[in-house]
């Protein structure tokens, strides 16, 4: 299983918005927050894939399959509670919209991929194809 890079930020990035996803108090790298943490596990019965998107719903995630990639979208919704006057001295872990995606190799069987969402962990189960499925003999008349 193989993870599709896409992020939504431009490629080209000039240096002065490299300068500026640093933290200027430490110099390391921040999190840009548009892509979440992902493990991919697999064993005989099939993968899974988890992503870290801590404080969301279930139903704030789409998911599909599309010709053997597997895509999750979060699109990011305004906030309501959110006061025109905030100002924030240090944000790190407001997560913007994504669309994060997975090919999915051939011995998977797409028709009985599920996904569960538990404490801040989404789960994505993708069973393989039953061995005995894989291969037929054909017999010659």
Do not use: H
């Not at 999190?31 to 894939?49: K, V, W």
């Amino acid at each position: 299983m193989t993870i599709i890079k896409w992020q939504n930020r431009p490629a080209m990035s000039s240096v002065l918005d490299r300068m500026f996803e640093r933290d200027f108090n430490t110099g390391f790298e921040r999190n840009c927050g548009c892509i979440p943490a992902t493990n991919i596990l697999e064993n005989e019965q099939g993968f899974e894939i988890q992503l870290a998107l801590p404080g969301m719903q279930k139903n704030d995630f789409k998911m599909e399959v599309e010709d053997n990639v597997l895509s999750v979208v979060y699109e990011k919704k305004e906030e309501e509670n959110e006061k025109q006057d905030t100002q924030y001295l240090k944000r790190e872990f407001e997560l913007e919209g994504f669309t994060r995606s997975f090919s999915i190799p051939k011995t998977a069987d797409i028709d009985k991929i599920s996904a569960r969402y538990d404490n801040g962990i989404l789960y994505i189960s993708v069973p393989k194809i039953d061995k005995a499925r894989l291969s037929k003999q054909i017999k010659i008349s």
